[in-house]
């Protein structure tokens, strides 16, 4: 796979390493490498304002692997689509659920450059399994859908993993209308794996409109009710729409996340 975006233009020279990007300020709270000095400073930032906002990217992981092998071992889901991938950590998509279903098709989907960089480390798979990656942005589900159809088979259920992307939309981009053209173009059956920050912690709110000055991409805050209207149509998995940490959350969990309400999560079917 060639470094190029559907411009062709290279992706190293895409990267714009004078402003903080979302991915790798993700990566950085995380602890990952992948990152430059103004990411560095975005993070310490959000950290300085929401000293708790690495224990929300940690959480973040922890429901994705839940949800993820939710839906392969008690759904038997094999195909995944996950939009706003970010850059590879440990516990990616296809390593979780191709670890209980080795045939699983998972296709990623980003549009920063840097994330294009390293997409080859997206694309290791198991045999018979196997792995895409598609250089798109959110705001277009037909390309998006169009690139997905060349690794999943759209005629059966799919697990739409959307996780703090849709807030990276605002409202008059109408993430709901994406999220609604992406789901309608899914069988019954396919499941919505959807997370987002909340509006409701004073703390957090403060953080993210102190990191949208410098952002390349600002993120939009918003309330409980507003990320639930995102499973409109669909079947609410039990607990239904709930703070992240609490999806369940195994009882016998060794460690007990601090009481921070700053993103909820859900996961819904398709009828």
Known sequence: MGDESSTGQSAWDRIDTTIPHSARVWNYLLGGKDNFAPDREA?????????????VARLQREF??????????????RQFLDIGTGLPTANNIHQVAQAIAPETRVVYVDNDPIVLVHARALLTSTEPGVTAYIDAD????ELILEGAAKTLDLNEPIGLVMLSIAGQLPDEDDPWGVVSRLMSALPSGSHLVLSDGTDTNPALVEAVGAYNKSAANGYHLRGPERIGAFFEGLDLVEPGVV????????????DE???VVSAVCGIARKP
């Open 243 to 254: 703070p992240t940490p609490e999806w369940r959350r195994p009882s016998d969990a060794w």
């Open 257 to 259: 996340p601090r009481k």
């Open 64 to 77: 994705l692997i839940r949800a993820v092998t939710f839906l392969v071992q008690e759904v038997g889901i």
């Open 43 to 55: 993070g310490e930032l959000l950290l300085r304002t929401f000293p708790d906002f690495a224990e």
């Open 138 to 141: 959110v705001r277009d589900p």
